[in-house]
C-alpha cells in the first residue's frame, strides 16, 4: 500500500493512463488525473476510482503550453498539497507521414508535447519531491516507446526521435536527482490496443500488425500499467535509470 502517497498521471483519463490511475488507486495513491480536451473521459476514471473507495481527481491542463502545466500542479498543490509520484504519460502521435512531407507546425507540437511537456513536468515534480527543495523524495516514470528503438520510417520518425529524446532524459535526470530520494525510469510499450492507434488516422493498427509482434498480440493497457506501478513501488528501491521494454518481444 502507498500511504496516501499523491501521484500524478499525465493523460491519465484514457489508454494507458487511465489504466495506471485504476491500478495506482487499488494500491493505495491518491491520483491526479490529468486530461487536456476530454473531460468527460478524465471524470469517468474519477468515478470509478472513488466509487471502488479510491481517492482521485480530474485536473484539466494542456502538458503542451505553460499555462497548462501551471495549472496542473497548482490544482494538485491545492487539491493534496504534496506529490509523491509522476508519471509522464500523456503523448501523441499523427497521420502516417515520411519527415520530408512533416509540416513545421506538426513537427513542433509533437516535440512540445512528447518532449518538452515531459521535462517540465518532471522539473515541477523534482522541485516538490527532491530532499534538496525540501521534499520527501518519490519516483518518476517516463512513457518511452520501441518505436525510439525501432524509428518508425514512413509513419512518424518525429514521434520516434521525440521517444528517442525521452530515453536521453530518463538517463540524464535519474543521476541528477539519485542522491535527492528520486528515482527515474522509464518504460517502452510497443503496440498497445489504445486509442492513441485512431488519432493517428490507423484505428486498425494494434490487431493489423499483431502477428509481427514475437507474442503474436498487441499489449493491453493495463499490462503496461502493471511494469509502471512495479517502477513507482517499494519494489523497485535499487531501479532508477531503468528503461523497461514491455512489448511482447516487439
Ligand atoms: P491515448 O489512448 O491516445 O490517450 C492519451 C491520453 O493523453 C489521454 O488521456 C489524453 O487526454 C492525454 N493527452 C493527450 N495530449 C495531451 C496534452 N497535450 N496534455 C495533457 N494530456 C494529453 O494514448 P495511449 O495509447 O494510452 O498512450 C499513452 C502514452 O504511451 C503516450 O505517451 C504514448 O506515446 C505512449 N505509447 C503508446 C503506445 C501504444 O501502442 N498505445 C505505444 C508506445 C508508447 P484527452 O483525451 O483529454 O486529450
Given amino acids: ?87 509522464n504519460n500523456a503523448g501523441i502521435v499523427g497521420p502516417p507521414q515520411r519527415v520530408d512531407e512533416i509540416s513545421a507546425e506538426r513537427l513542433e507540437r509533437m516535440l512540445r508535447v512528447n518532449v518538452a511537456g515531459s521535462i517540465r513536468c518532471a522539473a515541477e515534480a523534482v522541485r516538490r519531491m527532491s530532499t534538496r527543495h525540501g521534499g520527501m523524495g518519490g519516483a518518476i516514470v517516463n512513457l518511452s516507446s520501441m518505436a525510439a528503438v525501432l524509428g518508425s520510417p514512413g509513419q512518424y520518425v518525429e514521434y520516434a526521435a521525440a521517444k528517442g529524446a525521452i530515453d536521453s532524459f530518463t538517463v540524464g535526470l535519474a543521476r541528477e536527482v539519485a542522491g535527492e530520494g528520486i528515482r527515474v525510469n522509464a518504460v517502452r510499450p510497443g503496440i498497445i490496443d489504445t486509442e492513441i492507434h485512431a488519432s493517428g488516422g490507423l484505428p486498425d493498427r494494434a490487431r493489423d500488425l499483431a502477428s509481427s509482434i514475437p507474442l503474436k498480440r498487441p499489449g493491453a493497457a493495463g499490462e503496461v500499467a502493471d511494469a509502471i506501478l512495479y517502477l513507482l513501488s517499494d519494489k523497485a528501491t535499487y531501479v532508477t535509470g531503468a528503461i523497461l521494454n514491455v512489448s511482447g518481444g516487439r
Avoid: K, P
Avoid at 494507458?16 to 495513491?29: M, T
Avoid at 502545466?69 to 509523491?84: H, Q
Fill in 1 to 87: 500500500m502507498s500511504d496516501g502517497r499523491v501521484l500524478l498521471v499525465t493523460g491519465g483519463s484514457r489508454g494507458i493512463g487511465a489504466a495506471v490511475s485504476f491500478a495506482a488507486a487499488r494500491e493505495g495513491w491518491r491520483v491526479a488525473v490529468n486530461y487536456a480536451v476530454n473531460r468527460q473521459a478524465a471524470e469517468d476514471v474519477v468515478r470509478l476510482v472513488t466509487g471502488a473507495g479510491g481517492s482521485a481527481l480530474a485536473v484539466q491542463g494542456d502538458v503542451g503550453t505553460e499555462d497548462g502545466i501551471e495549472a496542473i500542479f497548482a490544482a494538485v498543490d491545492s487539491a493534496f498539497g504534496r506529490l509523491d509520484g509522476l508519471v
